[in-house]
Protein backbone atom coordinates (compact mmCIF):
# COMPACT_ATOMS: atom_id res chain seq x y z
CA UNK A 1 0.00 0.00 0.00
CA UNK A 2 1.47 3.22 -1.16
CA UNK A 3 1.91 6.19 1.51
CA UNK A 4 -1.11 8.81 0.90
CA UNK A 5 0.28 12.09 -0.52
CA UNK A 6 -0.97 14.18 1.93
CA UNK A 7 1.08 12.31 4.99
CA UNK A 8 3.94 12.90 3.67
CA UNK A 9 2.73 16.85 3.93
CA UNK A 10 2.02 16.14 7.49
CA UNK A 11 5.77 14.68 7.87
CA UNK A 12 6.99 17.53 5.81
CA UNK A 13 5.01 19.89 8.69
CA UNK A 14 6.46 18.29 11.44
CA UNK A 15 9.86 18.44 10.20
CA UNK A 16 9.22 22.23 9.69
CA UNK A 17 7.32 22.89 13.10
CA UNK A 18 10.56 21.17 14.70
CA UNK A 19 12.89 23.68 12.64
CA UNK A 20 11.13 26.68 13.62
CA UNK A 21 10.83 25.42 16.93
CA UNK A 22 14.98 25.17 17.14
CA UNK A 23 14.80 28.70 15.47
CA UNK A 24 12.94 29.77 18.49
CA UNK A 25 15.33 28.21 20.89
CA UNK A 26 18.53 29.72 19.01
CA UNK A 27 16.79 33.48 19.75
CA UNK A 28 16.19 32.31 23.27
CA UNK A 29 19.75 31.79 23.62
CA UNK A 30 21.17 34.71 21.01
CA UNK A 31 18.91 37.24 22.64
CA UNK A 32 18.72 36.58 26.26
CA UNK A 33 21.44 34.33 27.55
CA UNK A 34 24.77 37.00 26.87
CA UNK A 35 23.95 40.00 29.10
CA UNK A 36 20.85 38.34 31.17
CA UNK A 37 22.91 37.54 34.61
CA UNK A 38 24.92 41.47 34.02
CA UNK A 39 22.15 43.62 33.01
CA UNK A 40 18.81 42.20 35.33
CA UNK A 41 18.32 43.60 38.35
CA UNK A 42 18.79 40.77 41.75
CA UNK A 43 15.36 41.01 42.74
CA UNK A 44 13.66 40.47 39.00
CA UNK A 45 16.77 37.54 38.08
CA UNK A 46 15.09 34.85 39.36
CA UNK A 47 11.63 35.02 37.30
CA UNK A 48 13.72 36.08 34.50
CA UNK A 49 15.70 32.62 34.62
CA UNK A 50 12.42 30.71 35.55
CA UNK A 51 10.50 31.94 32.33
CA UNK A 52 13.29 31.78 30.15
CA UNK A 53 13.79 28.31 31.32
CA UNK A 54 10.06 27.41 31.42
CA UNK A 55 10.64 28.25 27.44
CA UNK A 56 13.31 26.32 27.01
CA UNK A 57 11.88 23.27 28.03
CA UNK A 58 8.28 23.76 26.29
CA UNK A 59 10.06 24.07 23.02
CA UNK A 60 12.68 21.43 23.92
CA UNK A 61 9.46 19.12 24.55
CA UNK A 62 7.87 20.45 21.08
CA UNK A 63 11.25 19.45 19.12
CA UNK A 64 10.79 16.15 20.75
CA UNK A 65 7.37 15.39 19.79
CA UNK A 66 7.48 16.68 16.78
CA UNK A 67 10.90 14.50 15.75
CA UNK A 68 9.25 11.85 16.88
CA UNK A 69 5.88 11.93 15.00
CA UNK A 70 7.49 12.29 12.14
CA UNK A 71 9.89 9.35 12.38
CA UNK A 72 6.73 7.17 13.46
CA UNK A 73 5.22 8.81 10.57
CA UNK A 74 8.17 8.01 8.08
CA UNK A 75 7.83 4.14 9.18
CA UNK A 76 4.19 3.53 9.33
CA UNK A 77 3.38 3.29 12.78
CA UNK A 78 0.29 4.00 15.01
CA UNK A 79 2.23 5.60 17.57
CA UNK A 80 3.42 8.07 15.22
CA UNK A 81 -0.11 8.96 14.30
CA UNK A 82 -0.76 9.25 17.78
CA UNK A 83 2.04 11.46 18.45
CA UNK A 84 1.14 13.65 15.02
CA UNK A 85 -1.93 14.63 16.60
CA UNK A 86 -0.54 15.34 19.81
CA UNK A 87 1.62 17.44 18.17
CA UNK A 88 -1.18 18.82 15.67
CA UNK A 89 -3.43 19.58 18.98
CA UNK A 90 -0.06 21.54 20.48
CA UNK A 91 0.11 23.46 17.29
CA UNK A 92 -3.71 24.74 17.11
CA UNK A 93 -2.60 27.37 20.17
CA UNK A 94 0.04 29.17 17.92
CA UNK A 95 -1.77 31.52 15.24
CA UNK A 96 -2.61 32.20 12.72
CA UNK A 97 -0.58 28.97 11.11
CA UNK A 98 -0.14 26.73 13.41
CA UNK A 99 -4.40 26.96 14.26
CA UNK A 100 -5.11 26.09 10.79
CA UNK A 101 -2.03 23.28 10.06
CA UNK A 102 -3.22 21.83 13.19
CA UNK A 103 -6.90 21.89 12.85
CA UNK A 104 -5.74 20.33 9.15
CA UNK A 105 -4.07 17.69 10.59
CA UNK A 106 -6.29 16.71 13.17
CA UNK A 107 -9.02 15.96 11.32
CA UNK A 108 -6.99 14.38 8.26
CA UNK A 109 -5.67 12.06 10.81
CA UNK A 110 -8.88 11.18 12.56
CA UNK A 111 -10.29 10.40 8.84
CA UNK A 112 -11.25 6.49 8.86
CA UNK A 113 -9.26 5.75 5.79
CA UNK A 114 -6.11 7.10 7.19
CA UNK A 115 -6.48 5.45 10.20
CA UNK A 116 -7.08 2.35 8.23
CA UNK A 117 -3.98 2.68 6.46
CA UNK A 118 -1.71 2.65 9.65
CA UNK A 119 -3.69 -0.26 11.15
CA UNK A 120 -2.95 -2.00 7.13
CA UNK A 121 0.11 -1.97 7.24
CA UNK A 122 2.44 -4.51 8.53
CA UNK A 123 4.86 -4.46 11.30
CA UNK A 124 8.39 -4.10 9.86
CA UNK A 125 9.33 -7.64 11.35
CA UNK A 126 6.92 -9.04 9.46
CA UNK A 127 7.41 -7.50 6.19
CA UNK A 128 10.73 -9.32 6.27
CA UNK A 129 9.61 -12.29 7.05
CA UNK A 130 7.12 -12.37 4.29
CA UNK A 131 10.21 -11.27 1.80
CA UNK A 132 12.27 -13.73 2.90
CA UNK A 133 9.28 -16.87 2.64
CA UNK A 134 8.72 -14.99 -0.71
CA UNK A 135 12.20 -15.47 -2.17
CA UNK A 136 12.95 -18.82 -1.15
Not at 26 to 32: D, M, S, T
Given at each position: MNKPYLLILVIVWQFLSAFMALIGL???????FPDAITSMEYSSLPGFIFGIGLAVLILLAFIIISVIAAVGL???QEWGRIMALVQAALCVSAPPLGTVAGILILVYLLRPDVQGYFKAVPPAEYAEYKEENIER
Open positions: LAIAIVFIKN
